[in-house]
Each structure stands twice: as C-alpha cells, then as structure tokens.
C-alpha cells in the first residue's frame, strides 16, 4: 500500500505513512457468509493496520456492535442468510449517524440501481466485486479519514481551546437532557457556577499568560475532583459550570468546598516562575425542582453572593 500506481512520491509515502499510524486507531467489523472472503478481507485490513473483527451474517453483526462501542468502519456483505446487508444497513442507521459510523458495502451485484438502494439507506460506499486491492484500500481509507475529520470538527466544537473543557454550548446541549431523566427519576445533582477572585489583578500584575496559566490550573483542579460522569465546563474567561449529576446537597458542598480549598492551598506560575496564590468564590444550587436556565441563573446569583460576602468561599 506504499506506492501508488505511477508515482514514487516521496509525500505521497509520508502520507501513506501516516494513514497506516492512525488506522492502528480504528476497529472494523467485517460480515459475510463466505468464510474464505472474510479471511480474505481481514488480510487485507490487517495489512493496512486495522483492527478487525469478523462474523457471518447481520443478526450477529448487530450484537457485535452493542459489545464493541468502539467499532468505526462496518464492512457488510449483500447477500447473507438470517440479516442481509440491506437490512443490516437499515438497522445500523436507526441507532449509529454517519459521524459515528461508517459502512461500507461490497457486493457482486453490480446494477447501479443496487447500489443506489444502498447508498439511500445510510451507506458511506459500495464496492462492486471483484476490486483491485488499491481501489479497496482507496475507499476504505477514505471513509476511515472522512469519520475522523467530522469527529475532530464535533470534539473542537464541543470544547474550549484554552483547557480542553467542555465549552458552555456543550454544557447546555447535555445538561438540559440529563436534567429531564434526573427528573424523572428522582435523581439528586447540583449545579455550581465558579469564578476566580480579583482576576483582573493577576492578569494586570504578572500578565495575560500568567492568567491563561491560572485558567488550566483551576480547570486541572476542577477534573480530578469531580467523576468522570460529570460536566465540567469553561463558561467565559475565568468562570466555569459544573454539573454534578447523582448527588446529595451534602455531597455536592463537600465536593466544591475541596475544591475551594485546594485552589486556595495550591500555586500558579507566573511569566519568571514566582509564584501566584488565587481564591475562588462559588455559586451552589442543589435542587432539582427547577428547569436548567433558571438553576444556572440561581447558581449565578448565589456566585455574586458569594462575592459580596468577600470572596473564597461558597454560597448555597
Ligand atoms: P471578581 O473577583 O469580582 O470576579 O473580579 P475579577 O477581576 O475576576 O473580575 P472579572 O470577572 O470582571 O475579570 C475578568 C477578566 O478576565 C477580564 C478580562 O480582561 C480577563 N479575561 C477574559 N478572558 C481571558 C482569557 O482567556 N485569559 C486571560 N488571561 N484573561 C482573560
Ligand atoms: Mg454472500
Ligand atoms: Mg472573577
Ligand atoms: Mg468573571
């Protein structure tokens, strides 16, 4: 998969290169009801780097893909006992989007009306057999980097440059949805609105990067003191939301008050390493009777009690 017919372009292997590291990234699942031809196309992946898993019909392919989440590309056959790859397909699109998923299908069914019927159903590509080993290669590949182009554009959209926090847009989409189940269920959470004291003079005293450095710091406190299932999220410039879902009030005050406490006795650098004592004030709201907008506005009414009050410290 080193050269390209015609070429012996020295870019034109760096890429290749490259494409190969990053398929080491990326699990397929291969479906047909030819024990030879899933052999055969496992080879050919395996070739290229990916990891792959394979099973003989579409029934087995579905269950396939609730064990392994982590599935990126799905290359079906057409005709299959028990699923065909048509209804496969269907299937798949029903619970994956295109920017979870790919699916490639490959069949000796060459009509063009075949292949449209696929592509209307939800697949990326069709492969009409037999192919070269290069044109297989060509579109995997292609599907494989069109999947990862659309996931780096979602994650940057999710995040915040700075920190690698979630932004405040991706804050409201997921708050809003957990906060109705929560509700449902009876389930407890608090939302907390945090804001570092006195910024203006860190930035104005040690500089802007001093203050950029305050910003990770906090939001590096903030990750290792709530779980993996909260929301942690960089709102504006030195105020962040958290969302921790599950929580008693009592809970979610322990928490935040360890998080007051560690800013408070831990250190930034400044620009020549001196180094820089912070506070935060927080806003606390731990009911679950509201809807999301107004929660976050009471947490940020209690965030500038927390302020008039004297800052570094915490208001509920
Ligand atoms: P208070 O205790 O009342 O919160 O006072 P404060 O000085 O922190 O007040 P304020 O929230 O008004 O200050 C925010 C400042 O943050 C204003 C702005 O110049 C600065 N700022 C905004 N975005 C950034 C950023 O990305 N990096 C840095 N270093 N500063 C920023
Ligand atoms: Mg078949
Ligand atoms: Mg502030
Ligand atoms: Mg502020």
Redesign the pocket.
């Known amino acids: 998969y080193v050269t390209k017919s015609g070429t012996n372009d020295v870019n034109y292997i760096i890429q290749t290169i490259k494409r190969l590291k990053k398929n080491q990234n990326h699990k397929i699942l291969v479906i047909d009801d030819s024990l030879v031809f899933r052999k055969q196309m496992q080879g050919m992946l395996e070739n290229m780097f990916f990891k792959v898993i394979s099973v003989a019909h579409g029934e087995e392919a579905l269950g396939m893909l609730e064990n392994a989440p982590d599935i990126s590309l799905v290359l079906t056959d057409y005709h299959m006992p028990v699923m065909n790859g048509l209804v496969l397909t269907g299937e798949i699109r029903k619970k994956y989007m295109k920017n979870e998923l790919a699916v490639i299908v490959m069949s000796g069914d060459n009509d063009d009306e075949t292949t449209a019927l696929f592509l209307k159903n939800g697949a990326n590509d069709y492969i009409k057999k037999p192919f070269s080993k290069e044109e297989f290669s060509c579109r995997i590949n292609n599907s494989i980097e069109a999947l990862e182009n659309i996931q780096e554009i979602t994650n940057n959209a999710q995040r915040d440059f ?1 920190t690698g926090l979630y932004n405040r847009r991706y804050f409201f989409t997921n708050a809003s949805k957990y906060f109705e189940d929560a509700k449902e269920n009876s389930e407890h959470f608090a939302i907390a609105m945090i ?7 860190i ?1 104005d005293t040690y500089g ?1 990067d001093a ?2 450095r305050a ?1 990770v710091h906090l939001s590096d406190i903030l990750r290792t003191n709530v779980s993996n299932e909260d929301i942690v999220a960089r709102f504006a ?3 962040f939301g958290v969302l921790l879902k599950d929580v008693s009030a009592q809970k979610a005050i322990e928490i935040l008050e360890r998080i007051r406490q560690n800013v408070q006795s831990s250190k930034t650098k400044g620009n020549n390493n001196e180094e820089i004592n912070y506070t935060i ?1 927080i806003g606390l709201v731990t009911t679950n009777d509201e809807n999301l907008d107004s929660s976050v506005n009471e947490a940020d009414m209690l965030l500038y009690n927390a ?1 008039q009050n004297g ?1 570094n410290q915490i208001a509920v």
Do not use: M, P, Q, V
């Not at 804001?195 to 003079?201: G, Q, S």
């Open positions: 700075l804001d570092i004291d006195n910024f203006k003079k930035n802007h203050g950029d910003i410039a030195e105020e004030s302020k800052r």
